[in-house]
């Protein structure tokens, strides 16, 4: 009796002992393993076959499924005689900078033969990104979802969807990109706009020879579906719509918003949208174009197509049969292409959740402040180069006007291992060169610098950074992307931003918090982060042809005091130059 007594009470104190540790279990993350094996693979699109770079021969590729708190592992090997890298869009990658991907900015790329392995943890995050190639034009085929589900037994903040499904939008271009971009950057003219959008990899039917290449979502009558989008696109920012059927938001770039609904809603190169799809309650003899196309600002040419795919009813075919009557075919009804005004009440409506689970934790006050100007502009080409642009120069980016040259070796390295000389320098301005009436009429003089400059910022630094598009050379809305941090939008306009007037209208209580953000064409955004992610972290414009020409910068975050305030030392497999 004794005996087993103390059995028991042995086991009841190892119980308790254990407790702690089987709660940080249930909590804990598990390590997700994936391999990404780069190959050539043809795949015809628009009737015409052609051998595009891809994941393991997928086409868009695989779907990366983790959990908030899980580590994932990604072993990449290139078998192409191109030099990849991958980038990992929206992940905050917290003190895992090597991680990242963006080509000579955190690391040399892989080149052919060569693997290496992406080590990150996803810490506080949960929703809805993507992955992508981050050198030159080859993210135009290597891309794909990347889903992060709430911890287990954490449920959505909305009611829980009967099916989700993602969605990803693309460009496809018969000639070869890489061929394309290397041609237009040699020349100094700009490079083709794609020859249609695709929605998960197919055109649709308002393309010729594409009624095969359609993508179909049969769904069932009065239930919940979850649509995860994304904009793979390279130069587009787009409208979308599902014919007759009403949507809400309820998330954008893994963060969640107070909910809303629309018909059509606007997503730029780099930002994810989750909606709510709530089906009609009865099979109607009909099918539902869900439609996306440009929302185009700029003075340059675009692809002005449609790429649709088909919302179907189970049991319609049914239903038509003893009808005898062909389903009706439904079209939504999409903003002109320059609806700059929808574009903008769109964004307005986006804000943070802002409650005790999910709180907006904007920066209530700010260390540094900057004045960023974001546009086009010339550049002088070499002598012997034959540019079109006048006096022998070509369309150039630039941010506060520097063109950004990428450098031959990381950044990150240079700077973890104190070797900045001769790789970059620390001069970025922190506000234009000269004040200029910045959406009026542009200066006569429109030559940009170049230079590899980047701003570094003390651990922990508060920081607001306005974002002023120019008129110079057209107007355009530009969707800027920061890695390595979510930011809050506290604040847009039309027009020049007013540093006396427009502050005092910021929101400071519910800002959507995002990743990536348009800047009105003619106007501005203001947002707000704290440095809190030591590394170096670039910042461009997600549309292709304006990275390319330049429109790129960095921000080099320092250490902290504190052991979690490092970055650790890079892994032994890191790409070489």
């Known amino acids: 009796m004794s005996s087993c007594f103390l059995r028991v009470m042995l086991f009841a104190l190892c119980a308790l002992w254990n407790l702690p540790e089987l709660v940080l279990a249930k909590h804990a993350g598990i390590t997700r393993h994936y391999n990404f094996d780069i190959k050539l693979q043809k795949v015809t699109r628009l009737c015409q076959t052609k051998s595009i770079v891809t994941v393991n021969g997928q086409f868009p590729g695989p779907r990366i499924i983790a959990r908030e708190g899980d580590?994932?592992?990604?072993?990449?090997?290139?078998?192409?005689?191109?030099?990849?890298?991958?980038?990992?869009?929206?992940?905050?990658?917290?003190?895992?900078?090597?991680?990242?991907?963006?080509?000579?900015?955190?690391?040399?790329?892989?080149?052919?033969?060569?693997?290496?392995?992406?080590?990150?943890?996803?810490?506080?995050?949960?929703?809805?990104?993507?992955?992508h190639a981050h050198i030159s034009w080859l993210r135009a085929t290597l891309y794909g979802p990347l889903v992060i589900l709430p911890k287990r037994g954490v449920p959505y903040p909305f009611p829980q969807p009967f099916k989700e499904v993602p969605i990803i939008f693309g460009e496809w271009w018969k000639a070869d990109t890489e061929t394309m971009i290397n041609q237009a950057m040699q020349t100094g003219g700009a490079p083709n706009v794609s020859d249609a959008y695709t929605i998960n990899g197919l055109p649709g039917p308002l393309y010729n020879c594409s009624a095969k290449d359609t993508f179909r979502l049969k769904v069932k009558p009065g239930k919940t579906y979850l649509l995860r989008l994304i904009n793979a696109a390279l130069n587009d920012e787009l409208f979308f719509s599902i014919a007759n059927h009403t949507v809400t938001v309820v998330e954008v770039d893994a963060v969640y918003v107070k909910p809303f609904k629309t018909n059509t809603l606007v997503i730029t190169p780099g930002q994810t949208t989750n909606i709510l799809l709530k089906t009609k309650s009865h099979s109607p003899n009909a099918t539902f174009l869900m439609a996306a196309r440009s929302y185009a600002t700029g003075p340059a040419a675009f692809d002005n197509s449609t790429t649709a795919g088909i919302l179907e009813y189970e049991h319609m075919s049914s239903l038509s049969n003893t009808k005898n009557k062909r389903p009706s075919v439904h079209r939504p009804a999409l903003p002109t292409f320059?609806?700059?005004?929808?574009?903008?009440?769109?964004?307005?409506?986006?804000?943070?959740?802002?409650?005790?689970?999910?709180?907006?934790?904007?920066?209530?006050?700010?260390?540094?402040?900057?004045?960023?100007?974001?546009?086009?502009?010339?550049?002088?080409?070499s002598r012997n180069q034959a540019c079109p642009g006048p006096n022998n120069t070509m369309v150039a980016a630039a941010i506060n006007n520097v063109s950004f040259v990428q450098p031959s070796t990381a950044l990150l390295q240079a700077h973890f291992f104190g070797k900045s000389k001769g790789v970059y320098t620390t001069d970025f301005p922190e506000n234009p060169p000269f004040k200029f009436n910045y959406t009026g009429t542009p200066p006569s003089n429109i030559l940009v610098n170049s230079g590899t400059k980047v701003v570094v910022l003390p651990f922990n630094t508060r920081v607001e950074l306005?974002?002023?598009?120019?008129?110079?050379?057209?107007?355009?809305?530009?969707?800027?992307?920061?890695?390595?941090?979510?930011?809050?939008?506290?604040?847009?306009?039309?027009?020049?931003?007013?540093?006396?007037k427009d502050p005092s209208n910021f929101n400071l209580v519910d800002p959507i918090e995002r990743n990536t953000v348009g800047v009105p064409s003619g106007?501005?955004?203001?947002?707000?982060?704290?440095?809190?992610?030591?590394?170096?972290?670039?910042?461009?414009?997600?549309?292709?042809?304006?990275?390319?020409?330049?429109?790129?910068?960095?921000?080099?975050?320092?250490?902290?005091?504190?052991?979690?305030q490092k970055l650790p030392p890079p892994p032994a497999d890191l790409p070489k130059c």
């Open 71 to 131: 580590r994932v592992l990604i072993k990449v090997v290139n078998n192409v005689q191109n030099n990849i890298t991958i980038h990992w869009h929206g992940i905050r990658q917290l003190r895992s900078g090597w991680a990242d991907g963006p080509a000579y900015v955190t690391q040399c790329p892989i080149q052919t033969g060569q693997s290496y392995v992406y080590n990150f943890t996803i810490t506080g995050q949960r929703g809805t990104l993507f992955w």
């Open 338 to 381: 320059n609806d700059t005004l929808f574009a903008m009440n769109f964004s307005k409506k986006l804000r943070s959740l802002a409650t005790t689970k999910f709180p907006a934790k904007v920066p209530q006050t700010v260390s540094r402040r900057f004045f960023f100007t974001v546009g086009l502009g010339l550049i002088q080409c």
């Open 466 to 500: 306005v974002l002023q598009d120019t008129s110079i050379i057209g107007a355009e809305s530009h969707p800027l992307h920061l890695h390595g941090f979510n930011f809050h939008v506290v604040g847009q306009g039309f027009g020049n931003f007013d540093p006396k």
């Open 523 to 564: 106007g501005w955004v203001a947002i707000r982060f704290r440095a809190d992610n030591p590394g170096v972290w670039f910042m461009h414009c997600h549309l292709e042809v304006h990275t390319s020409w330049g429109l790129k910068m960095a921000w080099v975050v320092m250490d902290g005091k504190h052991p979690n």
